[in-house]
């Protein structure tokens, strides 16, 4: 499964969004283009519904990434009558705080990258600053162009990129794959999409201590946290799509755990609210099985008030009382 902020690890398998890139044909001078008929355009369609569907809020994303879309489905049908233009530079950046969507949109940009054919696989191989630098002369280039190699043809997706760069340490290899990457953004530009991730304000001063990096990143898009009714939304979506409820009085208890956790630390949006519900179901099953009854089909799917109480959001309340 998919959205909500958090993919499941399967989602960055290629088969599950892929169908193959469909060629352009040159058309004449006085031809007529009808996007809404064209194979590859539908599918875009079909992928920014998803989009919407996965994704609870983030309207400027949806935005953005529409209006990406937008701009590759003119400049394919620009080349189908043979008007030639430099081609899209498509590397970009997301910003935002854990649990916003960001690797979710990565995977659907993927998908309509592929579609109108500006990648060869709608594939994301995400990566972490472990996996590009190494710990002693000579091995950082290799695992960064190994990186760069499992990721050709689809997307490489740096999250939190700012650790790339840590210029209080002298000896450090971290500029060694920005140096990489700059050659490779550019080299490699018709196979090969990078996109940075991470906190906006860590992100800003990455960029600004490598302006040959900021300007081959032409696309920047910032994902917000979500509200505390979005975030309401976004668990009831996921205790559907997992065939679970809460009844009336867990309802009411959840939008309170909501609270009391948004003020905490390490609140991660919608995957805080992922971990939560895993939680209530471990504690929905010890009270199921603690009934020593038949259980029905009713008991199965409901959470109650109790199995949200018992986090240690409440317990910590209590305690301070």
């Known amino acids: 499964m998919t959205g909500f902020g958090f993919p499941r690890t399967a989602a960055t398998s290629p088969e599950e969004v892929s169908t193959e890139a469909v060629e352009p044909v040159l058309l004449t001078d006085d031809a007529e283009l009808d996007l809404s008929v064209d194979e590859a355009a539908a599918r875009v369609e079909e ?9 609870v809020g983030l309207a400027s994303v949806k935005r953005r990434v529409r209006e990406i879309a937008s701009l590759l489905l ?46 060869r696989a709608p594939r994301v191989h995400t990566v972490t600053r472990d996996d590009l630098v190494g710990q002693f002369i000579g091995h950082t280039a290799p695992k960064t162009k190994e990186a760069i190699a499992r990721a050709a043809g689809g997307v490489l997706f740096i ?3 700012y650790y790339l760069f840590r210029p209080d340490n002298e000896r450090d290899y971290g500029q060694e794959v920005i140096e990489i990457l700059l ?19 860590r992100m800003a001063t990455f960029f600004s201590a490598n302006p040959g990096l900021s300007s081959r990143v032409p696309h920047h898009i ?10 309401v939304q976004i668990a009831d979506l996921m205790l559907t799509s997992e065939n679970f409820r809460f009844d009336d009085a867990a309802q009411a208890a959840f939008s309170e755990y909501l609270t009391r956790r948004m003020q905490r630390p390490r609140f991660s949006n919608a995957r805080s609210v992922r971990n939560a519900i895993e939680r209530c179901r471990l504690r929905q099953a010890r009270r199921l099985v603690e009934l ?11 959470l109650t008030a109790d199995d949200i109480f018992g986090s240690s959001v409440f317990l910590a309340a209590s305690d301070a009382q």
Do not use: W
């Not at 490779?184 to 090969?192: A, F, H, V, Y």
């Not at 009854?293 to 409901?302: F, G």
């Open 222 to 231: 910032e994902f917000e946290d979500y509200d505390h009714t979005e975030l």
């Open 159 to 161: 999250d939190e990129a």
């Open 47 to 55: 992928t920014l519904a998803a989009l919407e569907a996965e994704l």
């Open 183 to 201: 050659t490779e953004m550019e080299n490699e530009r018709g196979d090969l999409v990078v996109i940075f991730a991470g906190y906006p304000d």
């Open 292 to 302: 020593r009854r038949p259980l029905r089909k009713e008991d199965l799917i409901t």
């Open 74 to 119: 003119v400049d394919r049908a620009r080349r189908q009558f043979g008007l030639t233009s430099s081609r899209p530079t498509l590397h970009m950046s997301f910003t935002g705080g854990p649990g916003t969507g960001k690797t979710t949109v990565a995977l659907r940009m993927a998908a309509i990258l592929h579609a109108l054919g500006y990648i």
